[in-house]
T-cell receptor, first 110, second 117 residues
Framework: QSALTQPASVSGSPGQSIAMSCTGT?????????VSWYQQHPGKAPKVVIY???KRPSGVSDRFSGSKSGNTASLTISGLQAEDEADYYC??????????FGGGTKLTVL | QVQLQESGPGLVNPSEALSLTCAVS?????????WGWIRQPPGKGLEWIAT???????YYNPSLKSRVTISLDTSKNQISLKLTSGTAADTAVYYC??????????WGQGTLVSVPS
């Protein structure tokens, strides 16, 4: 299985909104609403910020939102804050009953 | 609160097997959910390795399937992973996590395993 495709990096200034993409295929992202997003700070374990495409776990800021169109999912962070600077990974369930991560996107807050 | 704690050998000789355990507290692994292993080579991204359903069905990354075995130890409330024929490419931080189809909700802190070249 191939990794989902994410841009290597995105950046934004404090207070701005940014979006990052996660492109898969009709066998994963496009097939199920089982797309999730993880935030990872250096040296830390990943933390889920969005699951089932657009649901937010308890305790995650409402500045994080998710969506999907066809084979591409997106994570949007509004009101960018310095603490949002991290690596972000998407994940999807697949038609072969496996899970696949994206390559990761490094978010820089300027 | 669900907590997961990985443990492993730290250093594995090339061609030898790598064995990891994940101790779960705050939740019985037989009550529900999937239990998975994910790894992250230094400076690189996350790679899903394998998952076991609480009823015992196993799922493997096709690229690793021939070398990986995942299992449950219900008496110890632990999940185990064995990866045979280790190479330098297996050097990574290994995480265990509880998950559903669409969410990996609880993660361990990770354990670094090094396989020298």
């Amino acid at each position: 299985q191939s990794a989902l495709t994410q841009p290597a990096s995105v950046s934004g200034s404090p207070g701005q909104s940014i979006a990052m993409s996660c492109t898969g295929t009709s066998s994963d992202v496009g097939r199920y609403n089982y797309v999730s997003w993880y935030q990872q700070h250096p040296g830390k374990a990943p933390k889920v910020v969005i699951y089932d495409v657009n649901k937010r776990p308890s305790g995650v800021s409402d500045r994080f939102s998710g969506s999907k169109s066809g084979n591409t999912a997106s994570l949007t962070i509004s009101g960018l804050q310095a603490e949002d600077e991290a690596d972000y990974y998407c994940n999807s369930y697949t038609t072969t009953s496996t899970w696949v991560f994206g390559g990761g996107t490094k978010l820089t807050v300027l | 609160q669900v907590q997961l704690q990985e443990s492993g050998p730290g250093l594995v000789n090339p061609s030898e097997a790598l064995s990891l355990t994940c101790a779960v507290s705050g939740y019985s692994i037989t009550n529900g959910f999937f239990w998975g292993w994910i790894r992250q080579p230094p400076g690189k991204g996350l790679e899903w390795i394998a998952t076991i359903h609480h009823r015992g069905t196993t799922y493997y990354n096709p690229s690793l399937k021939s070398r990986v075995t995942i299992s449950l130890d219900t008496s110890k409330n632990q999940i185990s992973l064995k990866l045979t024929s280790g190479t330098a490419a297996d050097t990574a931080v290994y995480y265990c996590a509880r998950h559903g189809e669409g969410i990996f909700d609880f993660w361990g802190q990770g354990t670094l395993v090094s396989v020298p070249s």
